[in-house]
Structure formats: C-alpha cells, structure tokens
C-alpha cells in the first residue's frame, strides 16, 4: 500500500473534496446548510478537529442522517484514529446513500488504515460496482488490499484492469513488480535477487569502509555478482573480497534462489575461500522461507563454515510481517561452541517508498551476546550492537543503487563507523 494510502493527513484534500461531492440523503437542509458544512470542513483541514466534530454534529442536529456530513465526520473520527466512531459514521452513510460510491472509499480507507484487509476488499468492491468503467482508481485501491492480505493472484488481476482502465503503465508495471518480489520476500532479499519484469540478468557491485575508534587500520570489503534468473529462481556468481587487520583474502560463491510449493522458497549458497586467513575455505547455507496467513514469513536456516581450526555451525529463525508499503522483520542467530557460544538478534524495518519493489528505505539494529565463561581468561560475557540506515533508489528499471551508513559497538573496546555503496543494473 502507498504511503497516501496509509497515512491519513495526506489525504485531507482529496478526502474533503469527495465529501461534499455526493447527493445529500435525508431532507431538504435549510438555505443556510450548505455553507456550515463547508465551515465544518474548513475546520477539520485546518486541523481544528474538535471544533469541526463540534460542527459536523451541529449540522447532524438539523438534517439528521445526512450521508454528507456522516461521510465528513467520519472522515475526521478516520484521521483522529478513533475506528469505532468513524465505523458507525461512514456504515451510516453506506446505508442512507447505498449508491454512494465516496462513502463506501471512505469506508475501504478506515479499515485500510486500522489494519482489516478483509473488510477493505469488500469495501471497495461495492465502491469499485458504482465507479465508471473508465476509472481505475477503485480497482488500484482494491488491488493494494489484496496485496496486503497476501492474495497476489487477485491482486495482480486487479492491477491489470486497472491498466485497460487507463492506468499509467509505469504505475501499473511497478505494483506488478511488486507482486513479483513479495512472492519471494524482498524484505529478505538484496535488490538484485528478484528479477524485474523484462529482464533475466542482474549484476551488482558493491562495497564498504569502516574505520574505528581507538584508531586501528580500517576495514574494507567488496562484492561483485553476476545473476541469471529463471522461471522459478535465480542463480547468482560472486566474487568477494576483504582487508582486514592488514590482511588480505578473496572468495568466490554460488548464491541461488529456489521456489518450493505454494508460498515457499529457498536460498542455498555455497562459497569457497581459498586462502583462508578472512573467509572460510568453505562455507554452505541453506534457509527456507514459508509465508503464512496474511502477510507473516517464516524462516529457518543453517550454515557451516569450514576454517583451518575446525567448523562452525549457525543456526537461525526469522519472523517477517508486511504492513501495506512497511517490512518488519526479527532473526535470531545461535552459534554453539564447546567454550563459548553466541546469540544475536537482528531487527529491520524497511519502508517501500514508491509502491514498488525496487526503491525503499532501510533501518536496522542488531544485539550480540557471547558467553566466555568456560574460557580460562574470560570474565564471563561479551556485548555488542550495530546500527544501520540505508537508501535503495532505482533511477530507471534497468540502473540503482544502494546508500547507507553503519556504527557498531563492542566490548572489545572498539567502536566503527562505516559507509557502504552498491550499483546494480539490469539487462
């Protein structure tokens, strides 16, 4: 769902405009109706919400049942947060005017806003029977609420629609984009693992720089990667590289992309380090997404990494929720040892900006924890946490880039600060 879509204040002028577009449903008004309501309405976009519910109630007293000013007060209760009055309003108006295409928008938009997919569908539905076959827009809207109750087979339907409707076909291409990630979950995902309508390959390359405090040499990595996508999945060549405490390693990998039955996918990667003074001489991974209900993802993983001293063993669960245009997601990670063993726990909230699935924006916490106890020069535990922001913006479909910025905090006395960067095109 759009940012519009979901906050309320955005909409005040559009909102205002449609309530006191539609026929007045109970008796004649008297002469002087017509400019109250429109004072009452000055009020609520001025932002003098009491004096305008004060207003709209006044005008309630004089033309009792109005689907007018139920749409407006409704409206308002919408924008004030208060479900249960703006419910009773706008049910109101829907039943005094049943063909009264704004009440029913406006009732498709409070239960957007209070997080009920189901009854926005039904909403909009009965808004999109009254709208005329050349407007798109209820079919738009309707397709956002199938999209965010997980129904991406009705929703893509209604966005093509749309399209015959004469829907801007830029528009209507990014919400099908769109449908196209969520079904592999682009909160999980980088940019370049889902492939855009039109195209097979992507490539990025990317890097970072962290420099500490107390000085000590920075840091650096880099990523380059390859990826041809299929039908059902993509598969990804990447070449790696770091610097480190002064030292240098590389690695190369295969990271692939898989889809397993209905709402379910899998990453699998594998990745060798030749060197192994950084990377691992070899490492595997394989984690499974399944989606349930609407709009929740769950996820399960494990990794080895094979260095010279022996293996580790990772082991993740993941939670992730979509909220219209917001991905929320939490992960877990459990490294066991025979001495010492972490936990860590990661949260990140990405918000899709456009509507699409290419241009977001990114924030992230993580909390480490690592019991030193059994070790003999131990004192019994170890804290850390990070923190990241980053800006994802395709500038057209086949060119973006990634932005961002990082701290992390350790008890090893040291604190970073980091920059990173990545370039990705299509073809």
């Known amino acids: 769902m759009s940012d519009a879509a979901r906050t309320p204040w955005p909409m005040l002028v559009a909102c205002a405009a449609l309530a006191c577009a539609g026929p007045l449903a109970a008796q004649a008004p008297p002469a002087d109706f017509d400019s109250q309501f429109q004072a009452a309405r000055s009020l609520a976009l001025s932002g003098q919400r009491e004096a305008a519910l004060a207003a709209y109630g006044a005008l309630l007293v004089r033309s009792p049942g109005n689907a007018d000013v139920l749409l407006g007060r409704g409206r308002l209760y919408a924008w004030m947060g208060r479900w249960p009055e703006s419910e009773a309003d706008l049910s ?3 039943t005094a005017a049943p063909g009264y295409a704004d009440a029913w928008s406006a009732l498709g938009d409070l239960y957007l806003w209070s997080d009920r997919p189901a009854l926005v569908v039904q909403a909009y539905s009965r808004w999109l029977a009254l709208s005329p076959a050349t407007d798109p827009a209820a079919l738009i809207a309707r397709a956002r609420a199938w999209r965010a109750a997980g129904d991406l087979a009705a929703a893509r339907a209604d966005f093509e629609a749309a399209r015959t409707r004469g829907a801007d076909g830029a528009t209507i291409d990014g919400y099908v984009r769109s449908l196209s990630a969520q079904s592999t979950n682009p909160g999980a ?19 970072d720089w962290t420099a500490f ?3 000590r040499p920075d840091w650096s990595d880099y990523t380059l990667s390859v990826r041809r996508h299929f039908s059902h999945g993509s598969l990804a ?7 480190r405490f002064s030292i240098r390693d590389h690695a190369w990998a295969l990271d692939a992309y898989v889809d397993l039955w209905r709402r379910a996918y899998a990453n699998l990667r594998y990745q060798r380090g030749p060197q192994q003074d950084l990377f ?36 993740g669960l993941g939670i992730g929720r979509y909220v219209g245009n917001w991905y929320l997601r939490w992960r877990h990670l459990y490294i066991p040892g025979n001495l010492a063993s972490s936990d860590s726990d990661r949260f990140v909230t990405r918000y899709y ?19 030193t106890a059994a070790l003999p020069t131990a004192s019994g535990s170890r804290h850390s946490w990070s923190a990241s922001a980053a800006w994802v913006r395709f500038l057209r479909p086949r060119l973006g880039f ?18 990173f960067a990545t370039v990705y095109t299509r073809w």
Request: no cysteine.
């Open 237 to 243: 060549l990447e070449a790696l590289g770091a610097e």
């Open 353 to 371: 900006y456009a509507g699409d699935a290419d241009n977001y924006a990114e924030l992230a916490v993580g909390f480490g924890y690592t019991d």
């Open 189 to 207: 995902l980088a940019p370049d693992a889902v492939a855009a309508p039109g195209y097979r390959w992507t490539s990025s390359l990317g890097g």
């Open 92 to 94: 109101a108006a829907t």
């Open 402 to 419: 990634r932005l961002g910025a990082a701290l992390d905090h350790g008890d090893d006395g040291y604190d970073g600060r980091g920059l």
């Open 213 to 215: 405090s107390p000085a």
């Open 280 to 315: 691992p001489g070899d490492a595997w991974r394989a984690e499974v997404f399944q989606g349930v209900a609407h709009g929740w993802e769950l996820s399960g993983s494990y990794d080895r990494l094979e260095f010279g001293s022996g293996p580790t063993s990772l082991y």
